[in-house]
């Protein structure tokens, strides 16, 4: 009689099979009592190896295996030796190496058919079953396990036929046949519970419950798998239990409960670890991946499953190496990087086709639908989503077909064909509450929101986005929360319940500044893309803001947005205290807020009418408090600050002991754009005056609806924070007609209100240290041109204010001058510096050596002394014109590291412009008792008046002297 040990038959873990055997074969040429020593000694090994993969010990148990087999082929037992190579392959197989795996068992059948061992037959034939499920090659995995059936059945091989059928379940489920994997799986349970094998029990157990899963009974689905994870917690196995621990998460998220999924996939990572099971380790990380996804965690989401695509790779595991490309396209797509997305979803889609994953192929061509319809390619959407919905009828995939039927309103719906899409979502919606999943029927419910809003039937749209929003608290799904909240928000709006709809917008801005924060170490270019996906709401939430006369409020919201583009730009930032708390709500807002989700439609104009009385109740003050901080700007100081909506420009006028006003100015955002291209193009050409064509068009827009506004508060200085791309354009070069802004006002321009620091004062005793770039004209060093007047710029400096640490050419390193610059109110660089949108890595400046210090490394210096940073850089510069960030994240990074100010380029300067234009600084900044922003502007207006000049050549086109800015407190 041949005993059989087995372990792990399951539709995710390699069934492990090996069996003891008593038979002796004839000795030829040793004495018996050897070769029965040496034969014991290869059992004791091959039970060793057995006894120590079971408790997760594979690596160890491979070299007891190959020291079995050895023996066996010294003694020339046969069997023995088909047994331990058939070890071997088992071992290797829940090592995640499915070749090598392959490539042992398939010795070990040819051994065993050539000593007509049936029984070693039926095992190595399942072995190689489960190693090409495993590399999802289904169709010869049930090849195999069919004659495995067979012949289990023919020598009345009870566990071998309950192995059989389980494995031939799962095959089937991973193919979509969930009927038939189920019928299987049935048969398999029914025979592990009469001959009482509780490991073959349990694992029939969990693949049932993947089945039902599979059909949306999750329900079931977690019924079955309970049952599984206490057998195997029973009779201690850690690879049914990891396993079991990893469906019953996957079951729980589908159900949207995203932290009881979480908690069950660290405990199956915990294990998958410990025992060394790769492809487990693997699963548990997409799964991890999939479900901070689902909580709006997108970086976490994307490092998990960044490590679940190289381990599934790794161990070639090509449905795991599938899954992970598909969640990775969906984590990219919810940031909005859609090329990204799909590249991703096709390499899914392709390895779904080609192992003949049906289910797979299916949820790929659905996120591949999502994708096109976010990108506008309706038609492309329609026919993915009809190509999955076929294949999810066709295997009976309940969550497949809803998820289909809903994407498919959804495309219809933005091809404006709403009846059509209320059809289908309608569909979704009856699916989804049938099948328990409380995910899909928030979205179905948001989605016939939209589309009855679309229709204008704005009363059934807020009914169903109530419902939606009541499902996503529950279920803690942020992001359908933040975009809900939004949606109810802009259809109250639209139904004139102003009041009530900011109250929606504030709290959709709360939820989704939760969400950023926790992007912050995403890729640059992806975090701004998830800005541009939300930035609607924000900008709608201030137009509301302002017809209520609500202005500082609105100053609050796009001042948050500011600071969080540059959070989000140099990844490591956040905000100022001032900052911290985020959007603030009103007393009666406060109040209201926790109806928000349990108030009905019928209440909705009571609510907003309640809520407008309580608020009108409040005194101006409250409504536009002013924070203490502004109150103390100092006088003649004017805070100016644009807001750029979709169809025209706000400009936010403040100074101290007044309240806040706004002035409208009608104009389209892509003609302001086209309007700041033109004027900064007409700047950086110093061989033409068009700027004085041009310049006026952008002052009639910006400084000529304020112009008695400014008059009225006895202004000298602006205080001016840019919004969006007019960060590009210096606001000094503003043209009137007659004179250049600058000739007016001194400006500083802000990074942010809530940043600014007005109780600094500047030093009256001046150290400097200055470093130059040097070199020769023509000569290149490092990659960049020589800058030979660099150095009597130092020099200069140096004459002026003999307190100066002066570093030239190889002298000036990033080292030397991070251990000198400590204790200096000024810091000058005389070098290169390039800015660059993409990412603060790729943004630097550059030092006589050749080293270099990025922008997100500057926070590191000590400047906690330092009145001003300037860098005079010949390439400082920026290049695509973005949201200009990265122009202020200098001014922020230095400010972080202590500074007051700092004065950088907008666009490359000439070497002796910029040395003329230094001159005149700091013989203005050596006067004494002059602030840095009244010094530049002097130097500036020498440059203009032509008091200045090198030789023949004039200074007076703003190219030469507008292109420095000051950022920060220059006062």
């Known amino acids: 009689m041949r005993s059989c040990l087995k372990f792990g038959v399951t539709a995710i873990a390699l069934s492990l099979s090996f069996c003891q055997v008593s038979t002796l074969y004839p000795l030829e040429t040793a004495s018996a009592q050897t070769i029965q020593e040496r034969k014991a000694e290869a059992e004791r090994l091959r039970k060793q190896g057995i006894q120590q993969c079971q408790t997760g010990q594979c690596e160890q148990a491979l070299q007891s295996f190959q020291q079995a087999l050895q023996i066996y082929r010294e003694i020339g037992n046969r069997q023995g030796e088909g047994l331990a190579l058939g070890n071997l392959g088992v071992a290797y197989g829940s090592l995640g190496k499915y070749d090598k795996a392959i490539e042992y068992q398939e010795q070990s059948l040819a051994i065993v058919r050539e000593i007509k061992d049936r029984g070693g037959e039926s095992l190595a034939l399942g072995n190689l079953g489960v190693a090409y499920r495993n590399l999802g090659k289904y169709d010869k995995a049930i090849e195999y396990q069919e004659q495995r059936l067979a012949i289990a059945r023919e020598i009345k091989d009870r566990r071998g036929e309950s192995s059989a059928l389980g494995n031939l379940g799962a095959d089937y489920g991973s193919l979509g046949k969930y009927d038939k994997a189920i019928e299987y799986l049935e048969q398999s349970l029914a025979i592990a519970r009469e001959i009482k094998d509780r490991r073959g029990e349990s694992s029939a157990l969990g693949n049932l419950g993947n089945a039902y899963r599979s059909l949306g009974k999750y329900d079931k689905a977690i019924e079955y798998q309970e049952q599984s994870l206490a057998i195997v917690r029973e009779i201690k196995d850690r690879g049914g239990e990891s396993l079991a621990l990893g469906n019953l998460g996957v079951a729980y998220r589908n159900l949207g409960k995203y932290d009881k999924a979480i908690e069950y996939q660290e405990q199956r990572l915990a294990i998958a670890r410990e025992i060394k099971d790769r492809r487990g380790e693997s699963s548990a990380l997409g799964n991890l991946g999939a479900d901070y996804g689902s909580l709006g965690k997108y970086d976490k989401a994307i490092e998990y499953l960044e490590q679940s695509l190289a381990i599934a790779r790794e161990i070639k595991d090509r449905r795991g190496e599938s899954s992970a490309l598909g969640n990775l396209g969906n984590a990219y797509r919810s940031l909005g990087k859609y090329d990204k997305a799909i590249e991703y979803l096709e390499q899914s889609l392709a390895i779904a086709r080609e192992i003949k994953d049906r289910r797979g192929e299916s ?286 420009l706000e400009l936010i006028v403040f100074s101290a002991n007044t309240f806040p006003i706004n002035r409208t100015v009608p104009i389209k955002k892509a003609d302001l754009e086209k309007l700041v291209t033109d004027v900064r193009s007409d700047l950086r050409d110093y061989t033409s005056l068009d700027i004085k064509n041009s310049s006026p068009k952008l002052y009639n827009i910006l400084i000529k609806p304020i112009e008695a506004d400014l008059k009225q508060a006895n202004a000298t200085t602006i205080l001016y924070a840019p919004d969006g791309i007019l960060r590009y354009i210096p606001l000094a070069a503003l043209y009137d007609g007659k004179q250049w802004l600058v000739e007016k006002y001194r400006i500083d321009n802000l990074i942010a209100y809530s940043l600014f620091d007005s109780d600094s004062k500047p030093q009256s005793n001046i150290r400097i240290f200055a470093g130059a770039f040097g070199g020769k004209n023509g000569e290149r060093r490092f990659g960049a041109n020589g800058l030979p007047a660099t150095i009597p710029e130092v020099e200069n400096i140096q004459t002026s204010f003999p307190n100066t640490t002066k570093l030239v050419e190889q002298a000036f390193t990033a080292q030397a001058s991070k251990d000198k610059v400590s204790g200096n109110a000024i810091v000058h660089f005389a070098t290169h510096a390039e800015f660059k949108s993409s990412s603060p890595l790729d943004s630097y400046v550059l030092f006589g050596d050749g080293s270099k210090v990025t922008l997100a490394e500057i926070n590191n210096w000590q400047l906690k002394d330092t009145d001003l940073v300037v860098l005079s850089a010949c390439e400082t510069g920026v290049g695509s014109l973005g949201n200009g960030a990265e122009i202020l994240g200098f001014g922020y990074q230095v400010q972080r590291a202590g500074a007051k100010a700092s004065i950088a380029s907008l666009w490359t300067v000439s070497d002796g412009g910029t040395q003329l234009l230094m001159e005149a600084l700091y013989g203005n900044l050596q006067k004494g008792n002059t602030s840095t922003s009244a010094s530049l502007r002097e130097a500036q207006l020498s440059m203009i008046r032509k008091s200045i000049k090198q030789g023949e050549i004039n200074f007076n086109h703003p190219y030469y002297w507008s292109a420095f800015v000051l950022i920060g407190n220059g006062l």
Do not use: H
């Open 363 to 648: 949820l790929a061509l659905g996120n591949l639908g999502v994708t096109y319809r976010n990108l506008g390619k309706y038609d492309k959407a329609i026919e993915y989503q009809e190509q999955r919905l076929v294949i999810a009828r066709e295997i009976k995939d309940r969550r497949g077909e809803s998820l289909a039927l809903g994407n498919l309103g959804a495309d219809y719906g933005s091809l404006g064909k709403y009846d059509k899409a209320i059809d289908y979502l309608e569909q979704n919606l009856a699916i989804a509450r049938e099948i328990k999943n409380r995910g899909g029927e928030g979205e179905a419910l948001g989605s016939l929101g939209v589309a009855y809003g679309s229709l204008g039937k704005y009363d059934k749209a807020i009914e169903y986005l109530l419902q939606d929003l009541a499902i996503a608290r529950e279920i803690e799904d942020r992001e359908g929360e933040g975009r809900t909240l939004s949606n109810i928000g802009f259809a109250l709006a639209i139904k004139k319940q102003p009041n009530l709809a900011i109250l929606y917008y504030k709290q959709s801005v709360k939820v989704r500044e939760s969400i950023r924060k926790d992007i912050r170490n995403l890729d640059t270019d992806i975090q701004e893309s998830y800005l541009e996906t939300i930035s609607g709401s924000y900008r709608r939430l201030i137009d509301l803001l302002l017809k209520q006369g609500r202005v500082t409020e609105a100053l609050q919201v796009v001042d948050l947005l500011k600071i969080q583009e540059l959070e989000d730009y140099l990844k490591n930032i956040k905000g100022s205290d001032r900052a911290a708390k985020g959007v603030e709500l009103l007393a009666p807002e406060k109040a209201m807020s926790s109806q928000l989700s349990a108030m009905s439609f019928e209440q909705i104009p009571e609510l907003n009418r309640q809520l407008a009385r309580q608020i009108q109740l409040l005194p101006e003050s409250e409504i536009n408090k002013v924070p203490d901080y502004l109150q103390k700007l100092p006088k003649g100081a004017v805070l100016l600050y644009p807001l750029i909506l979709d169809n025209r």
